[in-house]
Each structure stands twice: as C-alpha cells, then as structure tokens.
C-alpha cells in the first residue's frame, strides 16, 4: 500500500516592521491503516495552532481512534499549542482511542517545565 501524504499549510504570521516573515506552517497527514500521524512543521502559536483541532476531528470521525502527533520538525510551540494538544488528548481518549506525541528536544523541555506531561506523555 502507498503512504499518501496530504499537507495542509497554515496561516503564515506577516512579517512586522524589521522583522523577516515567520517560517511556514503546515499539518502533513500520513494515512494508512495503521495509527494516523499527523506532523507539525515550523512555528505553533496562537495564530497557527488552531488549526490542527479540526484535523483530529476529521480522523475521530473517520474512526480513526488511533493518532500519534509528529513535533519533530516544530520550531516553536507556545502554550497556547499545549492547551489545544491536551484537549486533542481528551478528544482522542473519549472516542477511546490513544493520542501518541513524538517530538523534538525543545517540544520535550517545554512539557517539562510547564508539567503538562501528565497528560502529554513526551
């Protein structure tokens, strides 16, 4: 079976006097018949971030109960991403399904600090 890869870019932050634009962000979804992995590239804040809730709908209501979220290649998370990244892990557990992270240094010490891997399992 082919691994298809579905990329959705995200609203890219304008740039502000002296500043350069902000690095794209996209959700690339990797579907197949084993857990949904959606992966996140670039900044995740307030402006971006949002968008990644209707993602996991889409897939819980495909039946597709089991999701890892890919934060390798995330260059910035805000707390704002932490809070939709644990209502996604609610989301998940209601449907009873299991949300899986995977991620980089930065997304890790980030958990850390602010104890959300109670809930994040990093």
């Known amino acids: 079976m082919r691994d298809r890869r579905l990329t959705l870019p995200l609203q890219r932050t304008p740039a502000r006097d002296g500043e350069a634009a902000q690095a794209p962000t996209c959700v690339r ?10 992966a996140l590239v670039g900044e995740l804040d307030l402006d ?3 968008q990644l809730s209707p993602v996991i709908r889409r897939l819980l209501a495909q039946g597709r109960s089991r999701i890892t979220i890919n934060l390798d290649e995330v260059t910035f998370m805000d707390g704002f ?6 209502r996604a892990h ?3 557990a209601r449907a009873g399904g299991f949300l ?4 980089n240094r930065l997304c890790a010490r980030l ?3 602010t104890g959300t ?3 994040l399992h990093p």
Request: hydrophobic content about 45%; cysteine-free; proline content about 9%.
């Open 48 to 50: 971006t971030a949002p």
């Open 111 to 113: 958990m850390v600090v």
């Open 81 to 86: 991403t932490l809070g939709l990244l644990i």
């Open 90 to 92: 609610h989301d998940v």
């Open 117 to 119: 891997t109670t809930f």
């Open 29 to 38: 979804l990797h579907p197949g018949t084993g857990p949904a992995v959606v």
């Open 100 to 103: 899986d992270l995977t991620h």
